[in-house]
């Protein structure tokens, strides 16, 4: 199994964006999901994340600029983000709890969107 995250790029402060992430492989289930991000020389962040039943918890420091949502499968998690700043620039990993037939319940992470938000 693995996750792709997509939707990262370069925007101007004040904008926003839309990140996704889905995971490719056979598995069985998907249970929580979530969003991280580490800026340049600082230690990995936590951004959002979201269980199956749709509880839905932020880091402080985008709370209430950010949305995490999945789809209806919820195999595809989202993370609206508006009203960005330039210390939102980071790169952006998703990661999931995801049952496998062979390996059970693992947390799976993907490699990463660069978000850069210029001031």
């Known amino acids: 199994v693995q996750l792709q995250a997509f939707g990262g790029g370069l925007v101007q402060t004040g904008g926003s964006l839309r990140l996704s992430c889905a995971p490719s492989?056979?598995?069985?289930?998907?249970?929580?999901m979530g969003w991280y991000r580490q800026a340049p020389g600082k230690q990995r962040e936590f951004v959002a994340t979201?269980?199956?039943?749709?509880?839905?918890n932020y880091g402080d420091s985008v709370k209430g600029r950010s949305t995490i949502s999945t789809d209806n499968a919820k195999s595809t998690v989202y993370l609206q983000m508006n009203s960005l700043k330039p210390e939102d620039t980071g790169v952006y990993y998703c990661n999931a709890d995801i049952r496998t037939l062979t390996y059970g319940r693992n947390r799976y992470w993907g490699l990463g969107t660069l978000v850069t938000v210029s001031s």
């Open positions: 492989g056979t598995f069985l289930s998907i249970d929580d």
């Open positions: 979201i269980t199956t039943s749709g509880t839905t």
